[in-house]
């Protein structure tokens, strides 16, 4: 395909460069009360026809991002919360000036791990874990399904503490005396299978992020390893990155 | 909902659990030839039946990570290439090892942008900026469609470039004569759209990366804003946190 001028091409192209910038707005509450301007004053703002506009708003309406309100325009139906990226900080830490995280405990107990898990523990083959499994919620709404294994000396005291309402990563360090030091992270997009959108009350099929995270105490040791599913509608992950490193 | 021992489970909960920890492994290519082991090790391996294996492996079939072939066995057949995001790079750079990343430039030239572009640039409302779009591919498959804002003294002598082969970022610095600093990047999950898809080549819904990346002069200068769509299927983010900033 050659290259063409940007304003000479397809309606599709040119809607979702509009939905992109406007999704980035909405992200960012850029608009006040949450109500967009109308649809004259975007095709202005964005050099667009009136159609392009309406197809930009189209997308990001199939996202169920905004919705059409008659008599009051188009509004934005979903909040999507800032996680950063940078900075290794349970979701209650993170989220709390945005509302209350609590979790449903969905199981919560000692097993014996895939060898997986166990190398990246830096456990023995055979050695048990903690495994904890929570469907955490902002505001009542899920937020994310967390699946998580440690190692038995740092999980076990976890089992009597108030899991609902904590962070794991508070609850570690308070229960061992010890901070966390660094975590790797690894982020991808995935579908939503039939039974964890039911759990996490999205259409079978909904973008998640889907986050793999170890955590390592300041000493190095690796000793929370955590699945979690994120709802795409309501995470957005932040980060800052440098040239050279 | 009260916790239950993980061992007495719903199997969906059983067999999501040995699905991320399998999509792990196939992600960080731990199994040689890309070849599953059979159903009775993953069984013992993760401690479960058989059809809760199967049902795992379903999952990632329908996350397009594998494949049943007769006689063979369950086989890798999508690679996921990792994009660290903690490091500023161009994707030919992150992926050089990986293959060749070539650019279908679908657009390039000047633009009026919308005001909320020219502020994250630092511009006046009304100044033009370059944009440019591209279908990247690595070894000829899409990996991802970026819509990409310069600054007009940073876009215009790239206008002349080989954008067809080269990653923006060495083209600003090769051009500018300095170098980048640091990038803020938001970074979302969201489903296809219909034109979106075809573009990318997947599916209708597929699920995206959706990356909002605003990058700088080692100075500080805002210089190029880059909205990219990642196909999920395809590229994982990788990370490094810390539990003090």
Redesign the interface.
């Known amino acids: 395909?050659?290259?063409?001028?940007?304003?000479r091409?397809?309606r599709?192209?040119r809607?979702?460069?509009?939905a992109?910038?406007i999704?980035?707005?909405v992200?960012q509450r850029?608009y006040p009360d949450g109500v967009l301007p109308d649809e004259r004053f975007l095709a202005a703002?964005?050099?667009a026809s009136r159609n392009t506009i309406r197809e930009a708003l189209d997308?990001l309406r199939?996202?169920g991002l905004i919705e059409r309100v008659p008599g009051v325009g188009t509004v934005v139906v979903t909040e999507?919360y800032?996680h950063?990226?940078?900075?290794?900080?349970g979701l209650a830490e993170t989220l709390h000036e945005h509302g209350e995280v609590t979790n449903?405990?969905?199981?919560?107990?000692?097993?014996?791990p895939?060898?997986?898990?166990a190398r990246r523990l830096g456990l023995a083959d055979g050695e048990p874990v903690v495994?904890v499994?929570r469907?955490r919620r902002l505001g009542g709404l899920p937020l994310s399904l967390d699946?998580t294994y440690l190692p038995v000396d740092v999980g076990t005291p976890l089992l009597g503490e108030d899991?609902r309402n904590r962070d794991i990563?508070s609850l570690i360090e308070q229960t061992s005396g010890r901070?966390?030091?660094?975590?790797?992270?690894?982020?991808?997009?995935?579908?939503a299978?039939l039974?964890?959108a039911a759990v996490l009350e999205v259409p079978r099929?909904?973008?998640?992020?889907?986050v793999?995270r170890l955590s390592r105490f300041?000493d190095g040791r690796p000793v929370d390893l955590e699945?979690i599913r994120?709802r795409?509608d309501r995470?957005?992950?932040?980060?800052?990155?440098?040239?050279?490193?």
């Open positions: 395909m050659s290259s063409s001028a940007p304003d091409r397809l599709a192209d809607a979702r460069q509009a992109d910038v999704r980035q707005q992200v850029a703002e964005f050099s997308l199939e996202e999507k800032p950063g990226l940078g900075r290794l900080m449903d405990v969905r199981a919560a107990g000692p097993i014996k895939p060898s997986s898990v495994y499994e469907l699946l899991l990563f901070r966390l030091g660094t975590a790797e992270v690894a982020l991808e997009a995935v579908n299978d039974h964890s099929g909904a973008a998640l992020l889907v793999e300041a699945f994120m795409g995470l957005t992950m932040r980060a800052e990155c440098r040239r050279t490193p």
